[in-house]
């Protein structure tokens, strides 16, 4: 792989793709930093043996690495609560993880609570132009996969991407307004680069000298100048354009969501399955108050708000499921839109949470996911805050 001339400093390396595959081009650096022992394991995206959806798997052999695909176009299950698995007890490997920007934010967050421990633990970020519900891939990868990369080459041109296929990203990828990862230790980016081409692969201060180190000559990477103001302002457009689409859709959720009568309305079909509390990275809790006794209710108690009312909402309790998730997990809400993928009835659960959650975000001044150091406010207390 040819790299570029002049002394390696190692921050910014531009990465040659080799025939056009750019996939292949990233999967070759994974392999010599498994190979060459920078690290142990690698968790990224792999081909299922169906062909028709993603998993996240966890490898150690190089053989097994046909499948893996950094930029995987879905997401099945929020790498965070995986990492919260894998790094609750000892862990004496170095494992190397692929996140979406939304899974690395998460990360940050369960950092802060203790459910993740990043001591063997390298990150790697790469920039996501979105992703399709596990059902709607199945159905295109059945027919051609190669449009969803086709979009990914637009989208590296600074170009949102709404749909493939006529199959709609789904409605949170569009609306994200963090389109590249936060502070990875080791980054892959698309943005500003003609992906047939190049692709940009940033290496944090406190890994470069082992990267270079390790990989430097293995990969024949070298370090020049690199004017990163192409992918600069791509990344800015494509952020303000997100960020309209999602005021506006904001705005109007807000007029139907405003009052606990509307609110109550929208949540109307939920049936309490916990599936949006099971997915979300954010829910750790071991013992949930909502799988207690409290939430059990005996015959008696049901007929008794019955009479009370005159009538209740079967399941009961509906509306507090919801609004107790939130007061728990909105200011740490990283809008993965993992919550309303999986939920059955198809509610906006994850544009009410992400709606609500900005405002208390911007409220206490908070960015979830930005820095590991900073605590977050539902953990913070003030003698002082909040006087208006």
Known sequence: MDGLEGEMKMKNIIINVEKGNYIESINNILIQMLETGFI??????????????????LLRDRSLFDGINPFAPTMAVQTARLLSEITTGPLDKRIGVVLKPCELKATVE????LQINLDNIITIGVDCAGTLEVTDYKEIAQKKENTYYDALIKAAAGNVITSIDDYKIRECCQI????????????IGFYGYDLSKNILLTVSDKYSDEFKKELGEKLGLKHSDIDTGKRDTTVSKIKEDKTNARSKLFDELKSRTDSIEKLLNTLSTCIRCHNCMTVCPICYCKECVFKSAVFKHSPDQLLSRAKRNGAIRMPVDTLIFHLTRMSHMATSCVSCGMC????????PISNIFSSIGGDLQALFEYIPGKNVEEAPPVSTFKEEELEE
Request: hydrophobic share 35%; glycine share 4%; with cysteine.
């Open 40 to 57: 142990d394991a690698i968790m990224a995206p792999k081909k299922t043996p169906a062909g028709d959806s993603y998993s996240q798997s």
């Open 110 to 113: 369960l950092v802060k609570f």
């Open 176 to 187: 994200c307004s963090d389109p590249v990862p936060i502070n990875p230790d080791i980054s």
């Open 340 to 347: 309303e993928s999986a939920c059955p009835a198809g509610l």
